[in-house]
């Protein structure tokens, strides 16, 4: 299974709204990401996590905030969002975080629209 | 800082014409390179990597080869079907985990 899912595939909501995304993969991978993608852009790296901790942060905004409860799960809490947020969000995840050539996997994203 | 920089688009080209989509960059270090694919409405897929200085990628009859000389790895297809119209995108990875990727090339084949 090289499977990386994300749920929801599509989520629109308010600025006042609070959601959250979620990643999951079972490759036993021990580190996880988070991109933004915007349109006709490439990811923009936003969080990564190796074996369930926090190892870079892209001074990404505390509106955004992740959480890898367990080895195989990824989420991203959102909160008072901004319409420029609006974007598709791609998970990740590969078996290290640091190994040579490391192939990183990608689920679908979920398309978010900030109204 | 790391770069990538990737041949401007979009790319149009006929059903079995040849295919190649340059990218050259910029790392300290050795990084790895990668090719990804992104086809409309999914996320990136792996195309083909290389790990070291002349290593050649290949997968689905694409290729590149990784030209430390030239800082380049330079993405080609010898016929290209209408089954590849996607964005390809150039990436660069260091040992600290963290990937750098060009801006994409949008590919559209023609039959």
């Known amino acids: 299974d090289t499977e990386v899912t994300q ?16 990643c999951e993969q079972h490759m036993g991978h021990r580190a996880m990401y988070w991109y933004k993608q ?6 923009e790296l936003m969080f990564v996590y190796s074996y369930e901790k926090l190892s870079i942060n892209e001074s990404v905004p505390s509106r955004f905030s992740p959480e890898c409860p367990n080895s195989s799960l990824l989420n991203l809490h959102l ?20 190994g040579l050539g490391e192939t990183q996997y990608f689920g679908p994203g979920t398309r978010l629209l900030v109204l | 800082g790391n770069s990538v920089t990737q041949m401007e688009g979009p790319v149009t080209l006929s059903e079995e014409a ?3 989509i340059n990218c050259t960059y910029t790392a300290t270090g050795y990084p790895s390179l ?20 002349d290593d050649k990628g290949s997968n689905k009859g694409f290729e ?6 030239t800082t380049s790895f330079h993405l080609e ?14 990436a660069l990875s260091t040992n600290a ?6 801006d994409g090339t949008t590919l559209t084949v023609k039959p």
Not at chain 2, 47 to 52: D, E, Q, S, V, Y
């Open chain 1, 79 to 98: 909160h008072a969002l901004q319409p420029e947020d609006s974007a598709l969000y791609l998970c990740a995840s590969s078996q290290t975080q640091t």
């Open chain 2, 97 to 102: 985990g963290k990937s750098t990727f060009g």
């Open chain 1, 7 to 22: 749920t929801p595939k599509h989520l629109v909501m308010g600025m006042t709204n609070k959601k959250s995304l979620k």
């Open chain 2, 18 to 20: 040849f295919l190649t």
């Open chain 2, 64 to 69: 590149a080869t990784y030209r430390k000389e």
């Open chain 1, 38 to 43: 915007k349109a006709k852009k490439p990811p």
């Open chain 2, 34 to 53: 990668f090719w990804y694919v992104q086809y409309p409405g999914e996320g990136l897929q792996l195309l083909l990597k290389a790990t070291k200085a």
């Open chain 2, 77 to 90: 297809k010898g016929s290209v079907q209408v089954s590849d119209s996607a964005v390809y995108f150039c």
